[in-house]
DNA sequence: CCGCATTTGTCCGTATGTATA
DNA sequence: CTATACATACGGACAAATGCG
């Protein structure tokens, strides 16, 4: 097999890695990647040399952050490293602080429309296409939805995705599907939704002053978007 | 004591919540803040019927997260939300796909800046004197430590944490601290420090740009202050 | 479809280490 | 220093899920 782990003792004062790190250690060591097996949890507890209760907490706190993936019956296999601590951690906040102060809701709404003007310029110049059409018609579905007085939860998000996809950014896309989530589902405890078809037309705007080719429209659109998101968050603050 | 617990079972066909779910419904329902108490893991084992193991396999989650804090011997307590959990899994990501790509710490560099540069007008409009001279005497001390071949983490840390906390979005400033993390832990692992007096000195820059009350100087102060960072990043891409 | 082996999920009892009062 | 409450750790047993012959 020859796998590879880090010496059990480096002499060099410190205190005895915990096991959670060491399990860490081994991935790096033996340079595995998102979806590689790892040992079995006897394996780990033998090589290991602690119980499998401990080597089963650990791994509670690795799938945790996604650096492992635990399949019941099947084995355990290195996370993708997706950032879903983040927004459960997020999300758990929001519920826990909204109806005490509304700062954190309003603070990612700011993040939000911050990254995405962000890259207002490169999004103008980018933007193919193709994208163009998808996007085009996930707002078209929008409004159709809005008008039956439905909610559109998924081709918001999509929309979005595709919206900042073009930024290269990769950590920037998923940082902001992760604020998506959390706004959602923060936003679902404040009540019904409301301004469904202004927030639908919204994202036509959003296309329109992209196919204008001015960054500064883009912005402003952006901007608009978001107007009426903050104006159900202030009417909330009040009736709470 | 009236504690309130959500109900066993509310037979809207929904699946059984996780141990973990009925945990956080607890603290929700009793409206907890951080530092309340927890019940300990023998209570809650008898309250939802569980062995003690799932109950701490499930405060490994918790608290991998920051959902809850467990202090050895002595209690468990609602957590204090931060984004510890952020940082352990970038950091993670970063050791791992370092020596693949260099895209993540790229992107994460971009980010920074990026962040930083958004709130450069309101940065220019309320940084106060004291702020402003506690900057200062850092980066006189990055450059005194610079002048000696040693590096300045601690003084770095703080530095970004005051140029960012004029924004007032604490959210912000908590995720660029995690970020600052990261790229600190990452880029310990391409090689020895270099770029020490530069990099100390972008630092005075910054604070003269303030100073002469212009967001385009603060801007561009902020950019060349990533520039070396950037440099050191590309040279270490073809040593690996 | 069935039975089997493998692997993770759950439970119990007991002993140990640690912090607080 | 002692006592108590609490989390930490161990070992074994059985249940549940998955994949495969």
Redesign the interface.
């Known amino acids: 097999m020859a796998t590879q782990w880090p010496a059990p003792d480096d002499r060099t004062g410190r205190e005895p890695l915990s096991v959670v790190d060491r399990i860490?250690q081994y991935?790096?060591v033996n340079r595995?990647?998102p979806g590689d097996p790892m040992p079995t949890e006897n394996e780990l507890s033998d090589q290991l040399a602690v119980s499998r209760?401990r080597i089963?907490?650990?791994m509670?706190?690795l799938?945790?952050?996604?650096?492992v993936e635990v399949r019941h019956g099947y084995g355990t296999f290195v996370g993708t490293?997706s950032?879903t601590?983040?927004a459960?951690?997020l999300a758990?906040?929001g519920?826990?602080t909204s109806h005490r102060d509304k700062?954190?809701l309003a603070?990612?709404i700011?993040?939000r429309e911050?990254?995405e003007i962000?890259w207002a310029p490169l999004i103008v110049e980018r933007l193919d296409v193709d994208t163009r059409a998808a996007m085009r018609s996930l707002a078209t579905a929008m409004v159709d939805l809005a008008a039956q007085g439905r909610e559109f939860p998924a081709e918001d998000r999509q929309f979005h995705q595709l919206l900042v996809s073009m930024s290269g950014?990769?950590?920037?896309g998923q940082?902001l599907d992760v604020f998506w989530q959390v706004h959602s589902l923060v936003d679902d405890t404040i009540g019904p939704p409301t301004h469904l078809e202004e927030t639908a037309q919204a994202h036509h705007a959003i296309i329109d002053a992209i196919e204008s080719g001015s960054p500064g429209e883009l912005e402003a659109a952006i901007r608009r978007h978001y107007e009426p998101i903050r104006d159900r968050m202030r009417r909330s603050a009040g009736t709470d």
Do not use: C, P, Q
């Not at 799938?63 to 650096?67: K, Y």
């Open positions: 860490k991935i790096l595995l990647s209760s089963r907490e650990a509670k706190t799938s945790a952050l996604d650096i490293l950032l601590g983040l459960e951690s758990f906040r519920m826990l700062h954190f603070d990612l700011d993040l911050l990254l962000d950014n990769a950590l920037v940082l």
